[in-house]
């Protein structure tokens, strides 16, 4: 398998045996315009990726094709994920008229459905309010009571669509610690999208850039966890990206040269 120095795998390299994501030559059209232009990626078993992009790059686009929530995908290639999948949204999508045990369990069969569901729920800090209706939680809570209702299916694969983006600073840093540490214990592979450079370095161990339809910058985060945003490793990190992103950036003592790419970056040719 093609890899780059930091582990690495390149944009089109020889597929795992089973990746948790697998799309080659993927392409989605609105009207005459190309969103996703033949696009390749492959995503690892237990991998933690975050997609960066700018507005309108097509990162939902991707994240629905993949949740197989659009239908309308085109390309001679393949799109392939693994039979249990599930999905957290920046709306926690909770249905009103069911307590919360109800909606974590939703769909779930079998004799140990609840008992599931309430491990589940105290698994994310909600032991104890499986009764509750969803309004109410707070923000934070309702999207604690998402993550389970993901969590609780054993998913192969978690597609997290913004999840936080609603959510105030010091919630936010709070559901950082919690999906970090829901991942470690479960495993999944992940796919977050998000616009924020910051929360991609600190939870993702792989960061892709979406540009023009394709995957156009690849990053290994090769720092340990938990990770601290004043680490100057986190910071050329996140330089790397933001420059990607066509962010202009001041040169700030002692730092590497904006745009230099730390160990561990690919650039997929254009």
Do not use: C
Request: net charge neutral; hydrophobic share 40%.
């Amino acid at each position: 398998m093609a890899t780059h120095p930091g582990g690495l795998t390149a944009p089109g390299a020889t597929a795992l045996a089973h990746p948790a994501i697998r799309t080659r030559k993927l392409v989605r059209r609105f009207g005459d315009r190309d969103i996703l232009k033949e696009l390749d990626l492959t995503v690892a078993p237990g991998e933690f990726t975050a997609l960066l992009g700018r507005s309108g790059s097509g990162k939902s686009t991707l994240l629905r094709a993949v949740a197989r929530l659009d239908h309308t995908v085109e390309g001679s290639g393949e799109l392939s994920v693994p039979e249990r999948v599930s999905l957290s949204f920046q709306d926690s999508r909770l249905l009103p008229w069911l307590r919360l045990i109800d909606n974590v369990t939703l769909g779930l069969r079998g004799p140990g459905a609840r008992e599931r569901g309430l491990t589940a729920l105290a698994e994310v800090g909600l032991e104890g309010r499986d009764r509750s209706w969803p309004h109410e939680l707070s923000g934070g809570e309702q999207q604690r009571a998402a993550l389970a209702r993901a969590l609780v299916r054993e998913p192969e694969l978690l597609l997290a669509d913004e999840p936080f983006g609603a959510l105030d600073a010091l919630t936010r840093i709070k559901m950082h610690d919690l999906l970090r540490e829901l991942y470690e214990r479960h495993r999944p592979a992940v796919l977050l999208v998000t616009h924020d450079v910051d929360e991609a370095v600190e939870l993702a161990d792989r960061v892709l850039v979406l540009e023009d339809g394709r995957i156009s910058v690849d990053l290994t985060v090769d720092l340990p966890t938990p990770r601290s945003r004043r680490d100057p490793r986190f910071q050329e990190y996140r330089d790397t990206l933001l420059t990607a992103l066509g962010v202009a950036l001041p040169v700030r003592a002692g730092s590497a040269t904006p745009g230099t790419a730390p160990r561990g970056v690919a650039e997929t040719p254009r």
